[in-house]
């Protein structure tokens, strides 16, 4: 059974970078026909994806969140990371990782997700 | 303000049937498959319906999926206290290059 799980710090200072990591274990990262991928919840409202990302690197982001958001893969650790730049009190949310099929677009299997608040 | 339209809350009588929709665009719900998510409170969301209208395994028949034009409707039918959740609908936008999800539908079984 696939399974995800997100790490990182629960506490964040406006401007700086948030990183998180998602670890995949019972399962390959390398899959043919899967990206990997972020979607956050603010306290209270709905989801919002974030981006996704192929193994090999292609990769696709919210336009709204573009130029803040970097995701990368390490195959070697079966891990993919996120980082959102220059983050304000509305980045406050919890932030899960996700499984996400291509062509279909839909997310299979998500991690618990990890509550990441900004404040100084 | 999201870009696929759900209605903000439905409720309904245990035993009761519930529908849910999605409304979109050609961009997205009119070109690209539908998927649907249950959010249990304090959980992380579960995918129930993907392709329109499948169920993954483990995911009971109570719950249908259907796509028409540029709307979709999520069923849920026999109604039990522990289907009280958020709902969310979701789909790909062909000229965003983004994955979209509905704005999520809190449902009450009174």
């Known amino acids: 059974q696939l399974q995800l799980q997100e790490s990182g710090p629960g506490l964040v200072k406006p401007s700086e970078t948030l990183s998180l990591t998602c670890s995949v274990s019972g399962g390959s990262i390398s899959s043919r026909g899967y990206y990997w991928g972020w979607i956050r919840q603010p306290p209270g409202e709905g989801l919002e994806w974030i981006g996704s990302m192929f193994y090999s690197g292609n990769t696709y982001y919210n336009p709204s969140l573009k130029s803040r958001v970097t995701i990368s893969v390490d195959t070697s650790k079966s891990q993919f990371s996120l980082k959102l730049s220059s983050v304000t009190a509305a980045d406050t949310a919890v932030y899960y990782c996700?499984?996400?099929?291509?062509?279909?677009?839909?997310?299979?299997?998500w991690g618990q997700g990890t509550l990441v608040t900004v404040s100084s | 303000q999201s870009v696929l339209t759900q209605p903000p809350s439905v409720s309904a009588a245990p035993g009761q049937k519930v529908t849910i929709s999605c409304s979109g665009s050609?961009?997205?719900?009119?070109?690209?498959?539908v998927s649907w998510y249950q959010q249990l409170p304090g959980t992380a969301p579960k995918l129930l319906i993907y392709d329109n209208s499948k169920r993954p395994s483990g995911i009971p028949d109570r719950f249908s999926g259907s796509k028409s034009g540029t709307s979709a409707t999520l069923g849920i039918t026999g109604l039990q206290t522990g289907d009280e959740a958020d709902y969310y609908c979701?789909?790909?936008?062909?000229?965003?290059?983004?994955?979209?999800f509905g704005g999520g539908t809190n449902l009450t079984v009174l």
């Open positions: 979701g789909t790909w936008d062909t000229s965003l290059s983004a994955a979209l």
């Open positions: 996700a499984r996400h099929r291509s062509g279909s677009d839909y997310f299979d299997y």
């Open positions: 050609s961009s997205n719900i009119g070109n690209n498959y």
